[in-house]
T-cell receptor, first 117, second 112 residues
């Protein structure tokens, strides 16, 4: 149980274009999803928290107009990197939490490798 | 604010030897603590977690960790290392709004 998927697993895009990454909770409803960014050989950096039906809450220093997050349903959140630049190349990981007494536990997706050329 | 410190960005142990990865945390409230493992180009897999109750927590793949409040530590151990244990390990602590704060990670190398 508690499986989270991401699509695509890797994507290459040209500078200036936009790319969308999907995060799905496959066997549970996730009222909250988190988006992280991970640079090579570094830890995960929380970018934003998204709650179903409301605007995402971005961490300090994360450009909300560049990283658009939508949490339209209880099983799907999307991250759109707009006008991508090479410095946006990174490993993006999402996680989802179950509502209720174990909401502190996050279930992680397999990640999406974005390369901007 | 909560924080996590992992001592040693790289740890090398021989196959069959004890694995010890160190983690200290700072938390203003009783913490929930986690250890995750990450293999190259993959997401995070939960090894074990401490919420309440027994301070010695057993996880998957033979790993365990002990919550020591007096030392604010949550070190990860495994009695006998296997080659397949080579990976990146992250210690983490829960924060407000169910956020998770991660340590910087420790790369575990297994020597044949």
């Amino acid at each position: 149980g508690a499986v989270v998927s991401q699509h695509p697993s890797w994507v290459i895009c040209k500078s200036g274009t936009s790319v969308k990454i999907e995060c799905r909770s496959l066997d549970f409803q996730a009222t909250t999803m988190f988006w992280y960014r991970q640079f090579p050989k570094q830890s995960l950096m929380l970018m934003a928290t998204s709650n179903e039906g409301s605007k995402a809450t971005y961490e300090q220093g994360v450009e909300k107009d560049k990283f658009l997050i939508n949490h339209a349903s209880l099983t799907l959140s999307t991250l759109t990197v707009t006008s991508a630049h090479p410095e946006d190349s990174s490993f993006y990981i999402c996680s989802a939490s179950n509502p209720g007494p174990t909401s502190y536990e996050q279930y992680f997706g397999p990640g999406t490798r974005l390369t901007v050329t | 604010a909560q924080s996590v410190t992992q001592l040693g960005s790289h740890v090398s142990v021989s196959e069959g030897a004890l694995v010890l990865l160190r983690c200290n945390y700072s938390s203003s409230v009783p913490p929930y603590l986690f250890w995750y493992v990450q293999y190259p180009n993959q997401g995070l897999q939960l090894l074990l977690k401490y919420t309440t109750g027994a301070t010695l927590v057993k996880g998957i793949n033979g790993f365990e960790a002990e919550f020591k409040k007096s030392e604010t530590s949550f070190h990860l151990t495994k009695p006998s290392a296997h080659m397949s244990d080579a990976a990146e390990y992250f210690c983490a602590v829960s924060d407000v709004d169910d956020k998770i704060i991660f340590g910087k990670g420790t790369r575990l190398h297994i020597l044949p």
